[in-house]
């Protein structure tokens, strides 16, 4: 049972344009979500946050969209550039734990 | 600052054998947390702490494993014995609180049971 869902594996974009980063959820409690970066051999890094309360939040060139009624929530890196290739998680919280979805790895190609 | 800190980084062990890994959280965070990451089920929590305390221990998969946090700077988790399919990586992580603060996570522990 898989409460927090990202769809594509992967994605490859070029640098300079958006990447757009989609995560869906299924538990209606989740009331905090979270974009986390990865890269190889290093521990997840937070990148930014929003409340359910919320449906946007910036935080220079990165943009989460939070759509409570269609529980989806993306990420927006503008322009992307290649040190944003890594893998992404998504996260959601409810009962005090994080929910991970199992990544995306963006590549960002020159 | 300094982060999270796990040790070891990696760890090669024969099965059967007690493998304990270690975490310091970041310096005042009161919640810490201990992930693992494997192919087949993602990152899942096992277990966390809140002020030294466990809260809530439903993710750890058998008696086999276990945690401690017996002060603020420090926690293990213990395997014994391990076997194989336990390798995976072990992440730990701290936060503020357990209210909606990001958790901060560790470089993590590759642990690999031959």
């Known amino acids: 049972d898989q409460q927090v869902k990202q769809n594509s594996p992967s994605l490859s974009v070029q640098e300079g344009r958006i990447s757009i980063l989609n995560c869906d959820y299924t538990?209606?409690?989740?009331?905090?979500f979270l974009w986390y970066k990865k890269y190889p051999a290093e521990g997840p890094t937070f990148l930014i946050s929003?409340?359910?309360?919320?449906d946007k939040n910036e935080d220079g060139r990165f943009t989460v969209f939070l759509n409570k009624s269609a529980k989806h929530l993306s990420l927006h890196i503008v322009p992307s550039q290649p040190g944003d290739s890594a893998v992404y998680f998504c996260?959601?919280?409810?009962?005090?734990?994080?929910?991970f979805g199992q990544g995306t790895r963006l590549t960002i190609n020159p | 600052d300094a982060g999270v800190i796990q040790s070891p980084r990696h760890e090669v062990t024969e099965m059967g054998q007690e493998v304990t890994l270690r975490c310091k959280p970041i310096s005042g965070h009161n919640s810490l947390f201990w992930y693992r990451q494997t192919m087949m089920r993602g990152l899942e929590l096992l277990i966390y702490f809140n002020n030294n305390v466990p809260i809530d221990d439903s993710g750890m998969p058998e008696d086999r494993f276990s945690a401690k946090m017996p002060n603020a700077s420090f926690s293990t988790l213990k395997i014994q014995p391990s076997e194989p399919r336990d390798s995976a990586v072990y992440f730990c992580a701290s936060s503020w609180d357990l209210s909606n603060q990001p958790q901060h996570f560790g470089d993590g522990t590759r642990l690999s049971i031959l």
């Open positions: 929003i409340s359910s309360i919320k």
């Open positions: 996260a959601a919280k409810g009962a005090q734990k994080l929910v």
């Open positions: 538990n209606s409690m989740f009331d905090y």
